[in-house]
C-alpha cells in the first residue's frame, strides 16, 4: 500500500516537474522527459508489471492534459515499461549503467516516434535538422537529468523495500 501511494505522488511530481518546473530551465528550447526517466528507472529496478504500470499512467496524464487523442502516450511510455522491464533480471542497485542507457534510448526513440506522428504528418521531412536540434539535445538534457533523478528514485526504492521487509518480518 506504502509503494503505491509513493509512486502514484512520484508520477504526479514528474508530471508537474517536467511540465510546469523545467519549463523554465529550457537549454536550446529543449526540456528534459522526467517522466520517462521514471518508467525506464521503475521498469528496470521493479520489473515489467511496475514499470507498465507507471508507464501507464505516466502517458495518460500526458494525454489527459496535453493529447490529441487519449492512449497515445499511454501506449508508448507502457511499451517502454514494458521492454525496460525485461532487463530487470541482470539488474543490481549499484550499477547506474544500464538504467541511463535505457533512459537514453527510450528518449531517442520517443523523439523519433514523434517525429513520425508529429513531423512527417504534417509534411516536415527534414530529419536530419529535426535529429541534430531537437532529437539528440533533449536525449543528453534527459540523461543528464536521469543521472540525478536515478539516485533520488534508487534511495525511495531502497527505502520503501527496507520498510516492507520491516513490515513483514513484524508479522
Avoid at 508537474?16 to 528496470?44: G, M
Avoid at 507507471?54 to 508508448?76: K, N, P, R
Avoid at 539488474?91 to 549503467?97: G, T
Avoid at 536525449?139 to 521487509?165: F, P, S
Wanted: charged share 15%; aromatic share 16%.
Amino acid at each position: 500500500m506504502r509503494r503505491t501511494i509513493v509512486t502514484a505522488l512520484t508520477v504526479v511530481a514528474c508530471f508537474l516537474l517536467q511540465t510546469s518546473v523545467f519549463e523554465f530551465f529550457k537549454l536550446a528550447d529543449i526540456s528534459p522527459n522526467l517522466l520517462i526517466v521514471l518508467v525506464s528507472s521503475v521498469a528496470v529496478m521493479r520489473g515489467q508489471k511496475e514499470g507498465m504500470l507507471v508507464g501507464f499512467f505516466s502517458g495518460l496524464m500526458l494525454d489527459i492534459f496535453y493529447g490529441s487523442l487519449l492512449g497515445g502516450y499511454a501506449f508508448i511510455y507502457m511499451l517502454f515499461g514494458f521492454i525496460d522491464g525485461f532487463f530487470n533480471r541482470i539488474y543490481y542497485s549499484d550499477d547506474s549503467f544500464l538504467p541511463v542507457i535505457m533512459i537514453g534510448v527510450n528518449d531517442l526513440v520517443y523523439g523519433f516516434i514523434m517525429y513520425i506522428l508529429c513531423g512527417l504528418l504534417n509534411n516536415h521531412l527534414k530529419i536530419f535538422y529535426y535529429i541534430r536540434s531537437t532529437i539528440l539535445p533533449e536525449v543528453v538534457y534527459t540523461v543528464a537529468v536521469g543521472l540525478v533523478m536515478y539516485q533520488i528514485l534508487l534511495r525511495i526504492n531502497d527505502w520503501l523495500d527496507k520498510n516492507e521487509k520491516g513490515s513483514a518480518d513484524f508479522v
